[in-house]
T-cell receptor
Framework: GQSLEQPSEVTAVEGAIVQINCTYQ??????LSWYQQHDGGAPTFLSY????GLEETGRFSSFLSRSDSYGYLLLQELQMKDSASYFC????????????FGRGTSLIVHP | DVKVTQSSRYLVKRTGEKVFLECVQD?????MFWYRQDPGLGLRLIYF???????EKGDIPEGYSVSREKKERFSLILESASTNQTSMYLC?????????????FGPGTRLTVT
């Protein structure tokens, strides 16, 4: 089966940089996704990494190391609106369109 | 923009009732999913469908069934609702474009079973 580990909560101040880690165990691996979910809202897609390295999209970046079964989401220039839950999800072999989600990290941004 | 809609945002049902949750997507996606989300447990897959009339069990299918008669519509059925099925239910559909795998989620249905 698959399992993912991410911290349950991270706190930071406005303007800071925060990194949310995700480690995974899976039989076969296609890629790692990140989703953001505000309270009461639906998860929305942030990024997808299939290859090693850093992908940058504005203030958000996502990193993957396949050899370490590890990835992270980096949020820069934090804003209050970034307070949300962040989920990593692994797409693994054997279920080509079926991702497995982590339990989510609650990010709290303080003024 | 891709749109995934769910029939209700909030639903209150009684124990033993049969409950239907509807999901519709407008982007011709082959794959559709039903998840439930509970605090501290993340998103858990109930059922998914990769084509019309095709369905596969996810991690927690007990007490649920699904129907996919048309490509754009995926229904979740609670045969006899129980209080432990009180949860947020999320529908999603997927595309794969240029190697990027992205799921689109509906707004969710918060179901309370009393």
């Amino acid at each position: 089966g698959q399992s993912l580990e991410q911290p349950s909560e991270v706190t930071a101040v406005e303007g800071a940089i925060v990194q949310i880690n995700c480690t995974y165990q899976t039989s076969g691996f296609y890629g790692l996704s990140w989703y953001q979910q505000h309270d009461g809202g639906a998860p929305t897609f942030l990024s997808y990494n299939a290859l090693d390295g850093l992908e940058e999209t504005g203030r958000f970046s996502s990193f993957l190391s396949r050899s370490d079964s590890y990835g992270y989401l980096l949020l820069q220039e934090l804003q209050m609106k970034d307070s949300a839950s962040y989920f990593c999800a692994v797409r693994s072999a054997g279920g080509s369109y079926i991702p497995t989600f982590g339990r989510g990290t609650s990010l709290i941004v303080h003024p | 923009d891709v749109k995934v809609t769910q029939s209700s945002r909030y639903l209150v049902k009684r124990t033993g009732e049969k409950v239907f949750l509807e999901c519709v997507q407008d982007m011709d996606h082959e794959n559709m999913f039903w998840y439930r989300q509970d605090p501290g447990l993340g998103l858990r897959l109930i059922y998914f469908s990769y084509d019309v009339k095709m369905k596969e069990k996810g991690d927690i299918p007990e007490g649920y069934s699904v129907s996919r008669e048309k490509k754009e519509r995926f229904s979740l059925i609670l045969e006899s609702a129980s209080t432990n099925q009180t949860s947020m239910y999320l529908c999603a559909s997927t595309t794969s474009r240029q190697g990027v795998y992205e799921q689109y989620f509906g707004p969710g249905t918060r179901l309370t079973v009393t």
